[in-house]
């Protein structure tokens, strides 16, 4: 988190822009001077901060990551490739199913879409909707154009065309709320010029902007603007793995698990209006998750 900190020296004021980080055990803080008054542009001035903080920290390890991962990748004979596809598709199907409320296993998830098998006692609307996350990963794995609108709208169908067809594939023409979150979502009256600055912003910034931020941003810039109905999440998260296989990073699974983190880094974005909240637990989570490419 970002503050502004003033330090007095006799008469005079200074002020500097601290974050404070936690390094194993410790806690540690980087600084810089702003001068003897608030910048009016402070905000900007925090976002650069930030960003050079992150930078410094943890680029050079992204990057790493991606060298690594890809020179393995490479490597595998295609049907090993084709098994790591179906392998993280099931466990991204599973988990992000789970965080929304599917009741199904990963025993059971990865029975129905590996052998069709469907468990018993179970919601049908869980089945059907493991089936059609399967088929939108793929769908996303396949495309090879930009993020748009367009495309957004047919994975929503496709993800509940078959469970909640009065809402598939449209932008929501009401309020919502989002259950055990003080977050509260736009209204619907502000969907369309809110959605038109997304897809600016991204074409705007989509070669500017690290690749591994960029889908952080995607992600939590989306699901806060929530157009849909229903899949905002799911929908969100398959955009932030669009983002990271298109630029040849390993794809990112949010395990149920780890929800409570997830959540609550998600909130605390959405309601101080700080990304770089959400962004430095996404680069925490990526790194944790393929620390082993750092080795």
């Not at 988190?1 to 004021?13: A, C, L």
């Not at 992204?62 to 890809?70: A, N, T, W």
């Not at 609108?149 to 065309?161: C, H, P, S």
């Amino acid at each position: 988190m970002v503050e502004i900190r003033e330090i007095r020296k006799g008469t005079k004021k200074y002020y500097y822009l601290v974050h404070s980080f936690r390094v194993g055990k410790k806690v540690s803080k980087k600084q810089i001077y702003l001068g003897d008054s608030i910048p009016k542009n402070i905000e900007e001035e925090k976002k650069k901060f930030i960003q050079e903080f992150y930078k410094e920290k943890f680029l050079n390890d992204l990057d790493k990551i991606k060298q690594k991962f890809s020179k393995e990748y490479k490597s595998l004979p295609e049907s090993a490739k084709e098994k790591s596809r179906e392998n993280f598709a099931i466990k991204f199907t599973y988990n992000t199913q789970r965080i929304e409320g599917s009741t199904l296993t990963l025993k059971e998830t990865a029975s129905l879409l590996e052998r069709g098998i469907s468990p018993s006692s179970k919601p049908i609307r869980d089945i059907k909707e493991a089936e059609a996350h399967k088929k939108v990963f793929f769908e996303m794995m396949d495309y090879e154009k930009e993020l748009n609108l367009g495309v957004v709208l047919k994975w929503n169908k496709t993800l509940l065309e078959n469970t909640k067809p009065d809402v598939a594939g449209k932008i929501r023409n009401h309020n919502v709320a989002i259950a055990q979150s003080k977050f509260k979502p736009p209204t619907f009256i502000e969907l369309n010029a809110l959605l038109n600055e997304f897809f600016e912003w991204y074409q705007k910034e989509k070669d500017k902007i690290h690749p591994v931020e960029l889908a952080s941003l995607v992600h939590l810039k989306f699901v806060t603007i929530h157009p849909f109905t229903d899949g905002n999440g799911r929908i969100s998260r398959l955009m932030m793995n669009f983002i990271l296989k298109k630029n040849k990073f390993p794809m990112l699974d949010i395990p149920y698990e780890k929800r409570t983190g997830y959540y609550n880094a998600l909130e605390r974005s959405q309601i101080k209006k700080e990304e770089g909240i959400f962004v430095q637990w996404f680069f925490r989570r990526y790194l944790q998750e393929f620390k082993e490419y750092l080795k």
